[in-house]
């Protein structure tokens, strides 16, 4: 049931003739900014915003949190995918 409504949806839909692979971008800005908001939200989750312990919080982070070193790269490598998928959409 699913495949066939996958089907009726992605392949026999009336598309026009001038949609090109640039069209995909909007769909990979819509996945990127979803694992944005999900690394940001565990992210701020260990973060302490406070002058004095800011820079300990993203130590914290980097060394203690299982996996927050991979979560904090991703968060930042995806802000700017972001960017460049943004360009290449307009």
Known sequence: VILKLFNNF???SLLPSNLNYFYNFG????VV?????LSG???AS???????LAFDSIE???????????????????AA???I????HI
């Open 81 to 83: 995918m972001f960017f």
């Open 10 to 12: 992605a392949y026999d």
């Open 27 to 30: 769909s990979l800005l819509a």
């Open 60 to 78: 914290y982070i980097m060394r203690e949190v299982p996996y927050g070193y991979m979560i904090r790269y991703i968060h930042a490598n995806g």
């Open 41 to 43: 939200f565990f992210l």
């Open 33 to 37: 900014l979803v694992i944005q908001i």
């Open 85 to 88: 998928f943004v360009y290449i």
């Open 46 to 52: 260990y973060y302490v915003a406070e002058t004095s």
